[in-house]
């Protein structure tokens, strides 16, 4: 059993930032294996960024360069750091873990 809360989303004028944070708790063998995903209304749940072992890392290319995803494995808890907001940006963002979710944050940005 895993369980993933979310926190950090809000409203944000267009080039600002937030920072989510995904804490994680039960059968965690490492945070690396933890991404983010976001769906806005009518679209598809997509991939924005995930961490790897060895620390690697992936990004949609939509938020490369805006947004950085880290983690502390001491806290089980994996973040996203997302620079230069904007409206399309906005979304509710998951956490995932193997295929386990949290229930997600809201993140509007404001034009």
């Known amino acids: 059993q895993v369980q993933l809360v979310e926190s950090g989303g809000g409203l944000v004028q267009a080039g600002g930032s937030l920072r989510l944070s995904c804490a994680a708790s039960?059968?965690?063998?490492?945070?690396?294996?933890m991404g983010w995903y976001r769906q806005a209304p009518g679209k598809q749940r997509e991939l924005v960024a995930r961490i790897f072992s060895g620390g690697s890392t992936y990004y949609a290319d939509t938020v490369k360069g805006r947004f950085t995803i880290s983690g502390d494995n001491a806290k089980n808890t994996v973040y996203l750091q997302m620079n230069s907001l904007k409206p399309e940006d906005a979304a509710v963002y998951y956490c995932?873990?193997?295929?386990?979710w949290g229930q997600g944050t809201q993140v509007t940005v404001s034009s």
């Open positions: 039960g059968k965690i063998f490492s945070i690396n294996a």
């Open positions: 995932n873990y193997n295929g386990w």
